[in-house]
């Protein structure tokens, strides 16, 4: 399976992005999937997390209210719907898709990775 994430660029603080996700290869509706980011100097950190049938979704703390994750199956994608961002959101995102049919918050259940797409917020 190859995740392909896009979507992200230069935002000024208060403004809105949507990231996308696109599973490729061989894929499957039944995998969770989730966005984590990492800002320069820091650990990469979960952001939100979604189940595989989409009816279920789990948020960081400094995400929650402002983030919304959600899921096509149709279309193999899943999104990230990032409002009010601040300039403590900036860093680079990624996708995640695991196929145990879980939601997960921990990087290391998930078995396959996009590359990053950087979000950059202004002050």
């Known amino acids: 399976v190859q995740l392909q994430a896009y979507g992200g660029g230069l935002v000024q603080a208060g403004g809105s992005l949507r990231l996308s996700c696109v599973a490729s290869?061989?894929?499957?509706?039944?995998?969770?999937m989730g966005w984590f980011r990492q800002a320069p100097g820091k650990e990469r950190e979960f952001v939100a997390a979604i189940s595989w049938s989409g009816g279920t979704s789990r948020y960081a703390d400094s995400v929650k209210g402002r983030f919304t994750i959600s899921k096509d199956n149709a279309k193999n994608t899943v999104y990230l719907q990032m409002n009010s961002l601040k300039p403590e959101d900036t860093a680079v995102y990624y996708c995640?898709?695991?196929?145990?049919?879980?939601?997960?918050?921990?990087?290391?259940?998930?078995?396959?990775w996009g590359q990053g797409t950087l979000v950059t917020v202004s002050s």
């Open positions: 995640a898709a695991e196929n145990a049919r879980g939601i997960f918050t921990d990087g290391r259940q998930y078995d396959y």
């Open positions: 290869g061989r894929t499957s509706s039944y995998y969770g």
